[in-house]
C-alpha cells in the first residue's frame, strides 16, 4: 500500500556530454544537494541525458537521405502543412528510419515501431533539450543496460539497493499530450500483476496488470518539466516494490497479434486511403521494390468480387528485363501505325509515346492483367455469351481496382493502363501467353519521388441520376 510517495528534483543538473559517467554526476549532486539515498529508492532519469553520455547524437547535415526518405517527405509535407506542423526534412526522416523497424503510418508524423520494440512517432528522436542547431538525439540503443550500469555504480558509491528508470515522454493514441513512459529498468518489475487479487467488494480480478514503471515516469515527469526546468533526474521515495535482479522493458510492451492499435480498420482510415490514391504518371525513384510485396498485393487482388465466383483473372509480373523492353517497342510500334492512320502529326505520335514509354520501361515492375476466358459459361444465343464476357471483364476490373488499393496501403505508387487492350495479339506473341489469355491492362508500381496533383471530381448530384417515383 503506498498511501504517500515523495518526488525529489536534484537539481543544478550539468549539462552531459559524450563520455560523462552519469552515475559519477548523480552521486556528486546528491551530495551537493544534502540528499542521501535510501533503501528502495527509485531514480528516474531523463533518456536525453543518457544519450547524451553515450553519444548518441547525430549532425544532420552529415545524414544522407535515401530515396525512400525523400519519397516519404513528399508525401507527408502536404499533411505537416495541412495541419501547420513543423515539416521534417529528409535528413530527419532518414534517422527515423535508420532507428526504425518498422513504418507504422506515415502522416504528418510517422508512427514506428523502434529497433526496441516501442511503438512511437518519429522513432523518439527529439531535438528539444539538445545543444547544436543541427543535432537530434537518438533513444539509448539498449536502455536496460544502461539502466544496469547506472544502478550497479551507484550501489558501490551509495550501498544502497535502488531500482532505475530511464525515461522519455510519447504522446498515446485518442489523447491530446505526452505523458513519461520507461524506456529502460533495473532492480524494478515494469508490471504490476495484480491478477488474483480481490477487490473492495471480494471479487477477484480477472485481467487488472497495472504498468507500475510507466506511472512512475509519469509522476517524476511533473517534476522534470519538458522545457528549462533543468531537473533529469528524479528521486522517488516511499513507493513500496519488490526488488529484483533481474528484468527487461520488454514484459511491457504488449504482443503484436493483440495490439489493436497497429490495425487500420476503421472507417476513417479505409476512407482515407480510397481518397488518397492517385493515377501516379510521374517519374519514379530508383529504389527496388521488393517483389514480394508485389506477390502479397495480387494476393490481396484475389479476393474481389467476381462473377460465378470464377476468378478468371490472370497475373504476369514484368520485371525489368529485355523481354519487357521488347514488349514495349512492338506495342510502340502499334500504336505509331495507329496514330499515322488516324491523321496524326509526327510531333503528337513522338510525345504520345514518350508519354507511357518511360513509365512501362523504368517502373519497378510492370504487370500485365488478362481475363481468361477458358471455363467461361457457355449459352446457345451469342447475347448471352457477349454478356457472360462483359461479366467477366467487371469482375477483373474489380480485382484491378483491389490491387491499386493494395499497392497504395503498401506506400506504392501506381498507374492503371489500358494499352495492352490495344495490342492483344502482340502482347500474347511476345509474352507467350495461353489461347484463352485476353489481356485487359498494365499496371505500372513502384515508389514515388513526386506529390501527383489532386483530381477533379464531379460533384455528387451530377453523378447520381434521379428517377420520379
Avoid at 551537493?32 to 547535415?61: C, F, Y
Avoid at 506477390?295 to 484475389?302: F, K, L, N, P
Avoid at 514518350?354 to 515492375?365: E, R, V, W
Avoid at 497504395?408 to 509474352?431: D, N, R
Amino acid at each position: 500500500m503506498n498511501k504517500k510517495i515523495e518526488l525529489i528534483g536534484l537539481e543544478n543538473f550539468p549539462l552531459i556530454k559524450a563520455g560523462d559517467n552519469i552515475a559519477q554526476i548523480i552521486f556528486k549532486k546528491l551530495n551537493e544537494n544534502n540528499i542521501s539515498l535510501q533503501n528502495g529508492d527509485i531514480l528516474v532519469i531523463a533518456q536525453t541525458i543518457v544519450s547524451k553520455s553515450i553519444g548518441r547524437i547525430r549532425d544532420l547535415k552529415k545524414i544522407k537521405p535515401s530515396k525512400k526518405a525523400i519519397e516519404i517527405y513528399n508525401r507527408i509535407t502536404p499533411k505537416g502543412k495541412k495541419v501547420h506542423m513543423p515539416i521534417k526534412s529528409p535528413e530527419l526522416i532518414q534517422s527515423i528510419l535508420n532507428e526504425s523497424e518498422v513504418i507504422l503510418k506515415t502522416e504528418h508524423v510517422l508512427i514506428v515501431e523502434t529497433k526496441h520494440g516501442f511503438v512511437c512517432a518519429n522513432a523518439g528522436i527529439d531535438k528539444s533539450n539538445i545543444e547544436g542547431e543541427n543535432n537530434i538525439g537518438l533513444l539509448p540503443e539498449n536502455p536496460d543496460e544502461e539502466a544496469n550500469k547506472i544502478r550497479s555504480s551507484l550501489n558501490k558509491l551509495t550501498g544502497k539497493d535502488l531500482a532505475i528508470i530511464i525515461s522519455d515522454s510519447f504522446g498515446r493514441p485518442f489523447r491530446v499530450g505526452a505523458t513519461g513512459v520507461a524506456l529502460g529498468v533495473s532492480g524494478i518489475n515494469p508490471i504490476l500483476d495484480k491478477r488474483g487479487v480481490k477487490d473492495l467488494f471480494g471479487y477477484e480480478l480477472q485481467s487488472t496488470i497495472i504498468g507500475q514503471v510507466d506511472n512512475l515516469a509519469s509522476s517524476a515527469q511533473l517534476v522534470m518539466g519538458e522545457a528549462d526546468e533543468g531537473l533529469p533526474v528524479v528521486i522517488i521515495r516511499d513507493y513500496k516494490f519488490d526488488l529484483v535482479k533481474k528484468t527487461s522493458i520488454s514484459a511491457i510492451l504488449r504482443d503484436k497479434n493483440l495490439d489493436l492499435f497497429r490495425k487500420r480498420a476503421s472507417e476513417e482510415d479505409f476512407v482515407d486511403l480510397l481518397k488518397s490514391r492517385r493515377s501516379y504518371k510521374l517519374e519514379f525513384s530508383s529504389e527496388d521494390v521488393d517483389k514480394k510485396m508485389i506477390e502479397e498485393c495480387i494476393d490481396i487482388a484475389r479476393w474481389a468480387p467476381s462473377a460465378h465466383n470464377g476468378q478468371f483473372w490472370r497475373y504476369i509480373i514484368l520485371e525489368k528485363s529485355k523481354l519487357r523492353e521488347d514488349l514495349i517497342i512492338k506495342m510502340n510500334e502499334k500504336l505509331r501505325k495507329d496514330l499515322l492512320n488516324d491523321g496524326k502529326s509526327e510531333t503528337f505520335i513522338k510525345n504520345k509515346i514518350a508519354s507511357t514509354k518511360n513509365q512501362f520501361l523504368k517502373a519497378s515492375y510492370l504487370i500485365l492483367l488478362c481475363l481468361d476466358k477458358s471455363n467461361f459459361e457457355k449459352y446457345p444465343d451469342p447475347n448471352r455469351n457477349q454478356n457472360e464476357f462483359i461479366m467477366q471483364i467487371q469482375s477483373v476490373s474489380a480485382s484491378a481496382t483491389y490491387l491499386l488499393l493494395a499497392l497504395e496501403s503498401k506506400g506504392l505508387a501506381a498507374c492503371w493502363y489500358c494499352a495492352p487492350l490495344f495490342a492483344k495479339h502482340i502482347v500474347k506473341e511476345v509474352l507467350n501467353l495461353p489461347e484463352s489469355y485476353y489481356p485487359i491492362a498494365f499496371f505500372t508500381t513502384g515508389y514515388s519521388i513526386k506529390i501527383p496533383p489532386i483530381p477533379k471530381r464531379k460533384k455528387l448530384e451530377d453523378i447520381v441520376y434521379k428517377l420520379n417515383q
